[in-house]
């Protein structure tokens, strides 16, 4: 072979590697969730592109306060987003439109993860039921509704978790709700918070403390989602999850496409890679993640655990998310005047 030749085959050897080389940032959840999270989807996407996938781990409040801090330079080519803030990113020219045929999978999913593709809002590809967690060694008689929470003698052995978490919020806007109160009047629900810290309940900010006050203290119940109550069923704990009676909060975690990046080619792919049925039955056997993609098809336990579907996804509850990220410094504020007390 001629040096002229060589030197050709090296410089497209180069090229090639230089394309098969970029690198997108995206926020993932940490924990449980992340590792899911890599197994399911990145490290996938990664095989299949030759891509790499930057995380930086940041809760949805957190990654959107970034995000808007950095809009004229924005660090992620994709964000991730459990508490709706996806609507007030899109409105705010955060996020940019997807056109739906974009994406290969967008076709498939329920009418619920994609109500606002072309406005900026991305794709719902896990969603989470949130109910109460408890101990089944512990408690004879399951628990049926929320309102079972307001039980004194559970208070003692009660985990509530902070509402800057999102599970935490909207564990609390549940418990508001029950208390009387409603999305204009979040009072009755401080005060609930409030008679149950006197009773001896104590506050968390995170998952792992969850399961820190289930495995290591005297945890008994606590109000949070259905993928965690997997998560410590599956590290052997006796765990049990139902459903309140009153009605069950959707958590909806979506993938959307950061404006001011150069890499929504690349981006899209992992976006759509997100809603493919074969990455929502991986999330739902790691974690009990409810599908969006009407061809995922789930089995056994998974789907026994997992609402699945038009119609059970429809039953869920959704607290308005504009409303909620309008108030949200000032229901944190009046919460962390709550819990000091």
């Given at each position: 072979m001629t040096r002229s030749l060589l030197l050709s085959f090296s410089a497209i050897l180069a090229a090639g590697?230089?394309?098969?080389?970029?690198?997108?940032?995206?926020?993932?959840?940490?924990?449980?969730?992340?590792?899911a999270h890599r197994k399911c989807i990145i490290?996938?996407?990664?095989?299949?592109?030759?891509?790499?996938?930057?995380?930086?781990?940041?809760?949805?409040?957190?990654?959107?306060?970034?995000?808007?801090?950095?809009?004229?330079?924005?660090?992620?080519?994709?964000?991730?987003?459990?508490?709706?803030?996806?609507?007030?990113?899109?409105?705010?020219?955060?996020?940019?439109p997807i056109d739906p045929a974009s994406l290969s999978n967008a076709g498939?999913?329920?009418?619920?993860?994609?109500?606002?593709?072309?406005?900026?809002?991305?794709?719902?590809?896990?969603?989470?039921?949130?109910?109460?967690?408890?101990?089944?060694?512990?408690?004879?008689?399951?628990?049926?509704?929320?309102?079972?929470?307001?039980?004194?003698?559970?208070?003692?052995?009660?985990v509530l978790t902070d509402i800057s978490n999102?599970?935490?919020?909207?564990?609390?806007?549940?418990?508001?709700?029950?208390?009387?109160?409603d999305l204009s009047n979040i009072q009755p629900g401080l005060d609930l918070v409030g008679q149950m810290l006197d009773g001896g309940a104590i506050v968390v900010s995170?998952?792992?403390?969850?399961?820190?006050?289930?495995?290591?203290?005297?945890?008994?119940?606590?109000?949070?989602?259905?993928?965690?109550?997997?998560?410590?069923?599956?590290?052997?704990?006796?765990?049990?999850?139902?459903q309140g009676a009153e009605g069950t909060p959707g958590v909806y975690i979506t993938a959307n496409l950061v404006a001011g990046r150069d890499n929504e080619e690349l981006s899209l792919q992992l976006i759509d890679r997100s809603i493919s049925p074969e990455a929502q039955v991986c999330f739902a056997e790691e974690m009990s993640y409810a599908p969006t993609n009407v061809r995922a098809e789930l089995t056994g336990e998974v789907a026994e655990n997992t609402p699945f579907g038009e119609e059970a996804l429809s039953g869920l509850i959704r607290f308005d998310p504009q409303t909620v990220e309008a108030e949200r410094s000032n229901w944190v504020d009046a919460w962390n005047r709550t819990i000091a007390r």
């Open positions: 590697t230089a394309a098969n080389a970029q690198t997108i940032t995206i926020n993932s959840f940490g924990g449980a969730y992340e590792e490290e996938p996407f990664e095989q299949a592109t030759g891509a790499s996938v930057q995380i930086v781990t940041a809760y949805s409040a957190d990654g959107f306060a970034q995000l808007r801090a950095q809009r004229e330079a924005p660090q992620f080519d994709v964000i991730h987003f459990s508490g709706g803030q996806e609507i007030i990113a899109a409105q705010e020219g955060l996020l940019v498939d999913l329920v009418a619920a993860a994609r109500p606002n593709l072309e406005g900026g809002e991305g794709p719902a590809y896990s969603i989470v039921a949130m109910g109460l967690l408890y101990n089944s060694d512990v408690i004879e008689t399951t628990p049926t509704n929320w309102s079972d929470l307001t039980n004194p003698e559970w208070h003692e052995n009660l999102t599970y935490g919020m909207q564990g609390f806007l549940m418990l508001n709700q029950v208390a009387g109160g995170t998952s792992p403390e969850i399961m820190q006050e289930f495995a290591q203290n005297d945890a008994w119940i606590a109000p949070y989602s259905s993928d965690y109550a997997f998560v410590l069923q599956d590290a052997g704990l006796p765990i049990g999850f139902v």
